[in-house]
């Protein structure tokens, strides 16, 4: 099956750092979006984002899917960043619709 | 508008009871989505229903099924529970057509314990 994965595992910032977050996908995917889980467990929409490059405030997203990579950039990172970072994928080709397929996460603290 | 809706937020069942979970998806979404989030095994999907009809499923045994009524609200039912079945069950909604946009939302999430 389709494999996602999400690097780095663990990140650790201090507040104002940048930071780069990447997930690979192993097959071609016609939708992909990021979240931000919060401490209480809710998936914060981030991104959907299938191809191209969008920005919301500090953080933006660009996606190739022709290489089968994205990636989440956060600048000027805040404490309330802190979280575990999801991207999930939902197949092109999987014989199905709204089936995503998750990365296991980056989980990022900032630190003031 | 409203978002995804997940009721009962916390749930504490024994081994061997069964358990009803309930989803209210966003207004005018038809596609409803369920998945389960555990340390080990991260989150998987279960099973996602459009206008009342499973169209997708997961590699879950038949002691997890769902349903989904006429208004797209959806409910998760599962039997026989298991320790290993603690977990946070997450239940996310969107527009669902073939070739529509296919965002998914999700909502908080219901945290279930099995003693």
């Known amino acids: 099956g389709i494999q996602v994965e999400q690097s780095p595992p663990d990140l650790i910032l201090q507040e104002g750092a940048n930071s780069t977050l990447r997930c690979n996908f192993s097959?071609?995917?016609?939708?992909l979006q990021w979240f931000h889980q919060n401490p209480w467990g809710q998936l914060i929409n981030l991104f959907y984002?299938?191809?191209g490059t969008k920005q919301n405030g500090r953080l933006s997203a660009t996606t190739v899917a022709t290489e089968r990579y994205s990636l989440l950039y956060i600048s000027s990172s805040q404490t309330t960043d802190s979280g575990v970072y999801f991207c999930?994928?939902?197949?092109?080709?999987?014989?199905?619709?709204?089936?995503?397929?998750f990365g296991a996460g980056t989980r990022l603290a900032v630190h003031p | 508008k409203a978002g995804v809706t997940q009721t009962p937020r916390y749930l504490i069942k024994t081994r061997g009871q069964q358990v009803t979970l309930s989803c209210s998806p966003i207004?005018?979404?038809?596609?409803v989505s369920w998945y389960q989030q555990t340390p080990g095994q991260g989150l998987q999907f279960l099973f996602e229903?459009?206008?009342?009809?499973?169209?997708n499923k997961g590699n879950f045994p038949g002691r997890f099924s769902g349903r989904q009524f006429s208004n797209s609200r959806s409910e998760m039912n599962v039997s026989t529970l298991e320790l290993g079945d603690s977990a946070l069950y997450l239940c996310?909604?969107?527009?669902?057509?073939?070739?529509?946009?296919?965002?998914?939302?999700f909502g908080p999430g219901t945290r279930l314990t099995v003693l």
């Open positions: 996310a909604s969107s527009q669902g057509g073939v070739l529509s946009y296919n965002e998914q939302f």
């Open positions: 097959d071609s995917v016609n939708n």
């Open positions: 984002i299938p191809s």
């Open positions: 999930a994928v939902d197949l092109l080709f999987s014989g199905g619709y709204n089936k995503l397929i």
């Open positions: 207004s005018g979404h038809r596609s």
């Open positions: 229903y459009f206008s009342e009809t499973q169209r």
